[in-house]
């Protein structure tokens, strides 16, 4: 065979395999809301809500979305996050992620919600539940959608407002399966939010909190000792610290890592450096998650495509990544279990 044979047949393997990734069933565990809200969506809505923009068409959107680091991304999404305002926006935010959950065969998802970024725009807490529980409601019942509800707070604002917003939680306490921490990582240390992670406990709530994204291992560390998370959101700077990544693996901590999201916000400056499959072969529980698809060029699949095409990544490797997401999950042992097999049975 010629060695440009070779490249084509390689060429169709891969776009086989691709195939055969987009439809595996799928765990989204580490996705925020307001990271869905798509562009023709955004434009709606600031023009039925009134709300000005740095931006006028989608091409103008594409241009903007180009950030330097965690903190100007932060800038542009919570802009965007501000052009919702009734229970209508919220229902079709949450629809149109669910939506491509469906098309992207991710049969559960567990989604960071995010209250305070809607408060200063005099949204209240009922409105945004309202909406987003019809939409949960509607997949559910139109194609079996499985879905839980994290309640994520801002970093960057006072631990006292994040313990206001849980106590505002009591009233939809079962709506949600635990908490998380998102925003500027740098400068807002785990151990600021000690206190409120500690009432999240007494009232039942899993612990989760994003760490070593940009931050140090010892955020990682922090989390993990101080907030007594049982899963990281990204947390690749483990690498940094060879007792941490023991200890990961050692105690199945996973990690929901973001591939297409570290490249964009320029954690790593390549895919090739990127070390999620290294990880995932010593044994650290790596889940592949999107972070915020539409704000870095791709949802669920797109990530999953991007360790095929740029880190080679094997079909075991696949099946153990997409396996993790569901051992992962806050889902009961019996609905893991269940999930488990159908993805089997699709392999
Ligand atoms: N909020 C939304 N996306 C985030 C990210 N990648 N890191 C921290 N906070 C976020
Ligand atoms: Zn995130």
């Not at 765990?27 to 809200?37: K, M, P, R, V």
């Not at 559910?140 to 407002?161: A, C, K, M, Y």
């Not at 990690?255 to 790593?268: A, E, F, G, K």
Request: glycine share 4%; proline share 3%.
């Amino acid at each position: 065979m010629s060695l440009s044979q070779d490249l084509t047949s390689e060429a169709i393997d891969k776009e086989k395999f691709a195939n055969w990734l987009a439809k595996i069933p799928k765990a989204e565990l580490h996705l925020h809301i307001d990271g869905s809200l798509q562009a023709e969506r955004l434009l709606e809505l600031a023009q039925k809500n009134k709300v000005e923009l740095p931006y006028s068409n989608l091409k103008e959107i594409e241009d903007a979305y180009n950030f330097v680091d965690l903190q100007s991304f932060l800038d542009l999404y919570y802009l965007g996050a501000s052009v919702l305002r009734d229970e209508e926006d919220f229902y079709w935010l949450m629809m149109d992620y669910l939506t491509k959950c469906r098309d992207q065969h991710i049969v559960h998802s567990e989604i960071m919600v995010e209250p305070q970024t809607y408060f200063p725009q005099g949204v209240e807490f009922r409105t945004m539940m309202n909406g987003f529980k019809r939409a949960i409601h509607e997949a559910n019942e139109t194609w079996g959608q499985s879905v839980l509800l994290i309640l994520s707070f801002l970093r960057h604002l006072p631990e006292e407002d994040a313990i206001a917003t849980l106590e505002k939680a009591d009233e939809f306490r079962d709506d949600f399966c635990a908490i998380g921490l998102a925003s500027a990582e740098k400068g807002n240390p785990p151990n600021k939010f000690q206190r409120l992670y500690q009432m999240a406990k007494e009232r039942g709530y899993e612990a989760i909190a994003h760490a070593g994204e940009e931050g140090p291992a010892d955020y990682i560390w922090q989390s993990l000792q101080q907030l007594h998370v049982s899963r990281v959101d990204h947390g690749v700077r483990c690498v940094d610290d060879e007792g941490l990544v023991n200890f990961l693996i050692e105690n199945k901590i996973p990690l929901t890592v973001c591939p297409l999201s570290n490249i964009r916000l320029c954690v790593y400056d390549q895919m090739q450096q990127h070390p999620i499959l290294q990880l995932l072969d010593r044994g650290v529980r790596i889940t592949v998650n999107s972070d915020d698809p539409t704000y870095f060029g791709g949802f669920l699949n797109e990530n999953y495509f991007a360790l095929l095409h740029e880190l080679n990544m094997s079909k075991e490797q696949a099946i153990t990544l997409a396996e993790n997401g569901f051992k992962a999950s806050f889902l009961s042992n019996e609905r893991k279990e269940s999930f488990i097999h159908q993805l089997h049975a699709y392999c």
